[in-house]
């Protein structure tokens, strides 16, 4: 439990000057219909990355640049200019396709494979990647875009739920919406987000009294069969990854002066989650004196951003 504490420390004090990468992709519609609500989920993304300040680095393809070669070519603009320090998220928007082993995301031109898109994702140097899929057929992509410190995200439970799905519409609306985050500390991160998309994509299918035909599932370690909740060591990594902040924490993140403070505050925030995720291992006395510390020392953290 120490060591895990300690890496979590390591891994978030590299992240204290650190920046995010955001490229976002509305793939081919098809329909007009389809085609047209790609490209707002993906502009709504745009404009809610680009509120993160000078750390944001937003790419976002839509229309007639969403081809293979022109997300080759963001991807190692990207691959150049980000650092193992720095942050990654990959979100694909549109309609995806199975035949039973290959996963492909449909662009204008020639699509891209799953093996492809893990292949671009592999030359990213950040150290922390996200890979939010929420394509019809995206659960068959994420055996092939699974790799330690890499959470994958998928709409669909398997290559097999073909249908276009609704994911998206609620992937977005979290990155909005203050009911996602759920610890009410003005952040919203990839596990709260997740959580908040999948649960409205199961109502979705309630209220129109419909069978669902997408199950979203998740995997944060890099190994083994996806899952929908947290557990068993998945969703750290993705309870850690922060997406969008808003309120007085937004402002602060867009302050220079403040960052390091936010950044050291973000870090106690995830030793706290590793604390309570490992308490079953500890000795209760060890737990409680950890905790306290780590809760005393966030507090004089929060004191100075409040100043």
Same mark, same amino acid.
């Given at each position: 439990?120490?060591?895990?504490?300690?890496?979590?420390?390591?891994?978030?004090?590299?992240?204290?000057?650190?920046?995010? =990468?955001?490229?976002?992709?509305?793939?081919? /519609?098809?329909?007009?219909?389809? #085609?047209?609500?790609?490209?707002?989920?993906?502009?709504?993304?745009? @404009?809610?990355?680009?509120?993160?300040?000078?750390?944001?680095?937003?790419?976002?393809?839509?229309? *007639? +640049?969403?081809?293979?070669? +022109?997300?080759?070519?963001?991807?190692?603009?990207?691959? +150049?200019?980000? *650092?193992?320090?720095?942050?990654?998220?990959? *979100?694909?928007?549109?309609?995806?396709?199975?035949?039973?082993?290959?996963?492909?995301?449909?662009?204008? /031109?020639?699509?891209?494979?799953?093996?492809?898109? $893990?292949?671009?994702?592999?030359?990213?140097?950040?150290?922390?990647?996200?890979?939010?899929?929420?394509?019809?057929?995206?659960?068959?992509?994420?055996?092939?875009?699974?790799?330690?410190? @890499?959470?994958?995200? $998928?709409?669909?439970?398997?290559?097999?739920?073909?249908?276009?799905?609704?994911?998206?519409?609620?992937?977005?609306?979290?990155?909005?919406?203050?009911?996602?985050?759920?610890?009410?500390?003005?952040? !919203?991160?990839?596990? #709260?987000? =997740?959580?908040?998309?999948?649960?409205?994509?199961?109502?979705? =299918?309630?209220?129109?009294?419909?069978?669902?035909?997408?199950?979203?599932?998740?995997?944060?370690? /890099?190994?083994?069969?996806? !899952? @929908?909740?947290?557990?068993?060591?998945?969703?750290?990594?993705?309870?850690?990854?922060?997406?969008?902040?808003? /309120?007085?924490?937004?402002?602060?993140?867009?302050?220079?002066?403040?960052? $390091?403070?936010?950044?050291?505050?973000?870090?106690?925030?995830?030793?706290?989650?590793?604390?309570?995720?490992?308490?079953? $291992?500890? #000795?209760?006395?060890? =737990?409680?004196?950890?905790?306290?510390?780590?809760? !005393? #020392?966030?507090?004089? !953290?929060?004191?100075?951003?409040?100043?």
């Amino acid at each position: 439990m120490r060591l895990l504490a300690v890496l979590v420390l390591t891994l978030c004090c590299l992240r204290a000057d650190a920046a995010t =990468y955001y490229v976002t992709v509305a793939g081919l /519609g098809g329909e007009p219909d389809y #085609e047209q609500r790609f490209t707002a989920q993906a502009k709504d993304l745009d @404009r809610v990355f680009r509120a993160g300040g000078p750390t944001a680095h937003v790419y976002t393809l839509t229309g *007639t +640049q969403a081809t293979a070669a +022109q997300l080759r070519s963001t991807m190692a603009t990207v691959a +150049q200019s980000s *650092t193992a320090a720095d942050e990654f998220v990959l *979100t694909l928007i549109g309609h995806g396709s199975f035949d039973g082993t290959e996963y492909k995301f449909n662009l204008v /031109g020639p699509d891209l494979s799953a093996a492809e898109l $893990a292949a671009l994702c592999d030359k990213i140097p950040s150290k922390r990647q996200l890979v939010v899929d929420t394509t019809s057929a995206s659960g068959g992509a994420a055996a092939a875009l699974e790799r330690p410190g @890499r959470a994958v995200i $998928a709409a669909t439970k398997s290559g097999t739920e073909k249908n276009a799905t609704v994911f998206a519409r609620y992937w977005v609306e979290a990155l909005q919406d203050p009911a996602a985050d759920t610890d009410k500390n003005e952040a !919203v991160t990839a596990m #709260e987000a =997740y959580t908040y998309a999948a649960k409205k994509t199961s109502g979705f =299918y309630d209220g129109q009294k419909r069978l669902a035909t997408e199950h979203a599932v998740f995997d944060d370690i /890099g190994r083994g069969d996806p !899952v @929908r909740e947290a557990g068993n060591g998945q969703g750290q990594l993705l309870g850690s990854l922060t997406i969008v902040r808003y /309120g007085t924490v937004g402002k602060v993140a867009a302050d220079p002066a403040k960052q $390091a403070l936010l950044a050291r505050k973000e870090e106690i925030e995830s030793r706290i989650d590793a604390l309570k995720y490992g308490k079953a $291992a500890m #000795e209760p006395g060890d =737990y409680r004196r950890q905790l306290t510390a780590a809760l !005393v #020392e966030l507090a004089k !953290v929060q004191g100075e951003l409040d100043r």
